[in-house]
């Protein structure tokens, strides 16, 4: 009887042990004393950034519909023979990795992410829906694929045309600013990113509709004289974007905190922000952003801890 009641006993310890690591702690508990609480992260379901990049990003634990996400990874081999045709047609015949698929929607339909070997790097996702039988609907992609991926390929062409000040970018920001580090290359796939730290886009001046329409056709310009001759040199694709008047950019600054207890601040951004709007290196932008990521990372989807958005909008 006395080992029966031992054994009871050693059994309620683990069953308490187990309720104490995987409790959920609240945002206020883990940041307790302005830092993240490492041990109640854990046990509220964060992972470091290094174990996410293990994890991975397109797994059913992380989806938003977790029943077509176990639909789609079972078909991902499908899926993927029967986009990756049809995506590298779109780009001119141009081989590109299938990279995953992810389930965002609250219907059966899935965003299946790809990326250009080759420059200029076109990395994005073509939505696919998914019918009940388990084939796949006919012409169901999404996206801009009819247009050769206009925009995201003139983006590609410009981080061509401006490698070097793009590399003097990211170098000043790795020396400047040493507590933060660019995306490792799992979530940069994931999120449809060409380079660490730095990510320049086509963006439009709110309210002037006449100079976007200016920039629509200089983006369609550029477009043209790819498919023209793709394999100009990163000086003659600088000498065409110098040429263009209207187009404007967004310099963002992705990064992670380095540290695993520091939280991500509104003032951490707006520092970065100041330094980029008055920084000749970022002279090119016409609005800057920064997002800082917590180096904590949810295993349950695929958002940091905490993160911080800002954008600085030039008039």
Avoid at 13 to 41: H, M, P, Q, R
Avoid at 115 to 140: C, H, Q, W
Avoid at 250 to 262: A, P, Q, R, T
């Amino acid at each position: 009887m006395r080992n029966k009641l031992v054994w009871v006993g050693v059994c309620c310890i683990l069953f308490l042990g187990g309720c104490y690591l995987s409790k959920n702690y609240s945002y206020e508990e883990i940041t307790k004393g302005g830092k993240i609480d490492v041990e109640k992260a854990k046990a509220s379901g964060y992972v470091s950034l290094e174990e996410k990049e293990k994890l991975g990003y397109y797994t059913i634990e992380s989806s938003a519909n977790k029943k077509v996400q176990k639909k789609a990874l079972e078909q991902k081999n499908e899926l993927f023979d029967h986009l990756k045709p049809q995506i590298e047609a779109s780009l001119g015949g141009r081989e590109v990795e299938m990279l995953g698929v992810n389930s965002p929607f609250p219907y059966e339909a899935v965003n299946v992410s790809f990326r250009s070997k080759e420059e200029p790097i076109v990395t994005d996702s073509v939505t696919i829906g998914l019918s009940d039988n388990g084939y796949f609907e006919k012409g169901a992609i999404k996206s801009d694929g009819p247009s050769g991926f206009m925009e995201k390929t003139v983006e590609g062409l410009y981080a061509m045309a401006y490698r070097k000040e793009i590399q003097e970018m990211k170098e000043y920001i790795k020396k400047e600013y040493p507590q933060y580090e660019e995306y490792p290359i799992n979530m940069k796939k994931f999120g449809n990113k060409i380079n660490d730290f730095i990510e320049i886009s086509l963006t439009s001046r709110i309210g002037d509709i006449e100079r976007s329409d200016f920039s629509e056709q200089e983006k369609m310009g550029i477009f043209e004289l790819y498919k023209e001759n793709k394999n100009r040199t990163d000086d003659e694709w600088k000498a065409i974007f110098e040429s263009k008047i209207h187009l404007d950019y967004l310099i963002y600054l992705n990064i992670v905190m380095k540290d695993k207890e520091g939280l991500p601040t509104k003032e951490l951004a707006e520092e970065l922000l100041d330094d980029m709007k008055s920084n000749p290196l970022f002279e090119k932008g016409y609005s800057y952003g920064v997002f800082i990521k917590s180096n904590f990372q949810s295993n349950k989807n695929n958002k940091a801890f905490l993160h911080i958005n800002e954008v600085y909008p030039i008039n």
